[in-house]
């Protein structure tokens, strides 16, 4: 099966118009774990995104979710966490990657609100929720100071190649900033 992508590397900042709120999309690569505190002061949500295609990065992306949630300035902050790349033929079930992250004992120890959705930026299936998500949480942001997401990824995800098939684009639609 050919690669779909290349690693994540770096930072993009995508402005969104939600609900006739600009909100900033701070997109940062797996990579870049080491550094992504220094961005948490500005973050009211965060979208973490897993690569379920790949085994071998299972753990350190629960690592790397474990310590996002632990970060001081994100204890208050909406978490979406999307099990990314549902389409892939080797991809764990949502079911199987919950056991694996221990999802409910992340959930009942968390000071955050946390979703968690499925998704495939390849073929748009979850995309709609993700959306959904996204507009709920634009309703209810409070703090002036805070106007932007974080979209972390663990080391693992891939971006989709430029193109119709992976570019993330679903009927028309630009790709909201998430890492794929």
């Not at 290349?6 to 600009?22: A, E, I, M, P, Y």
């Not at 949500?45 to 979710?65: E, G, M």
């Not at 190649?161 to 684009?169: Q, T």
């Amino acid at each position: 099966m050919a690669n779909r992508g290349f690693r994540k590397v770096g930072t993009n900042l995508t402005d969104l118009k939600l609900r006739k709120k600009k909100v900033t999309l701070r997109e940062l690569g797996g990579c870049m774990g080491p550094i992504w505190p220094s961005y948490f002061k500005d973050c009211s949500s965060v979208i973490f995104i897993v690569d379920s295609s790949n085994i071998a990065q299972i753990s350190s992306s629960c690592i790397q979710l474990l310590s996002v949630l632990s970060a001081p300035p994100l204890h208050s902050a909406s978490v979406l966490i999307l099990f990314n790349k549902s389409d892939m033929p080797c991809t764990m079930s949502l079911i199987e990657m919950k056991s694996l992250f221990r999802m409910d004992d992340i959930i009942a120890s968390a000071t955050q609100p946390i979703t968690i959705l499925e998704l495939s930026a390849h073929t748009g299936l979850g995309l709609q929720e993700v959306l959904s998500w996204l507009e709920s949480i634009v309703i209810n942001l409070v703090d002036p100071h805070k106007k932007g997401f974080c979209a972390a990824s663990d080391p693992s995800v891939l971006d989709e190649e430029k193109g119709n098939k992976g570019s993330g684009r679903v009927a028309g639609r630009p790709r909201p900033g998430w890492v794929g």
